[in-house]
């Protein structure tokens, strides 16, 4: 699985490079770790950020799954489940 994790947003709309990270390059305890991360944050089902607050800190995430196919969430940190939150600071761990 490839993730790549861009910060949007914020009262300044500051970017920042995007974490990248192809989980196969990883220990398997780490991989399996973000794995177990992605699939509890439930990625699909999180409802769309609210646009009325453009100044929200927010990330875009793209996934790309072993079979090859891509999805992009939007992700906002202030509405985000603690699930969310977990993997993003895991992956945010692991990308440095």
Same mark, same amino acid.
């Given at each position: 699985?490839?993730?790549?994790?861009?910060?949007?947003?914020?009262?300044?709309?500051?970017?920042?490079?995007?974490?990248?990270?192809?989980?196969? *390059? @990883?220990?398997?305890?780490?991989?399996?770790?973000?794995?177990?991360?992605?699939?509890? $944050?439930?990625?699909? #089902?999180? =409802? &769309?950020?609210?646009?009325?607050?453009?100044?929200?800190?927010?990330? *875009? @995430?793209?996934?790309?799954?072993?079979?090859?196919?891509?999805?992009?969430?939007?992700? $906002?940190?202030?509405? #985000?489940? =603690? &699930?969310?939150?977990?993997?993003?600071?895991?992956?945010?761990?692991?990308?440095?």
């Amino acid at each position: 699985m490839k993730l790549v994790l861009e910060r949007c947003g914020g009262v300044a709309g500051l970017r920042r490079p995007p974490l990248a990270l192809d989980t196969a *390059t @990883l220990p398997p305890a780490d991989r399996e770790r973000l794995h177990a991360l992605v699939d509890a $944050a439930r990625l699909d #089902a999180l =409802p &769309a950020p609210d646009e009325d607050a453009p100044d929200q800190l927010g990330y *875009t @995430l793209s996934v790309t799954g072993d079979d090859g196919h891509a999805r992009t969430f939007e992700l $906002a940190l202030a509405s #985000a489940p =603690p &699930a969310v939150r977990a993997m993003i600071s895991e992956l945010r761990r692991l990308a440095r």
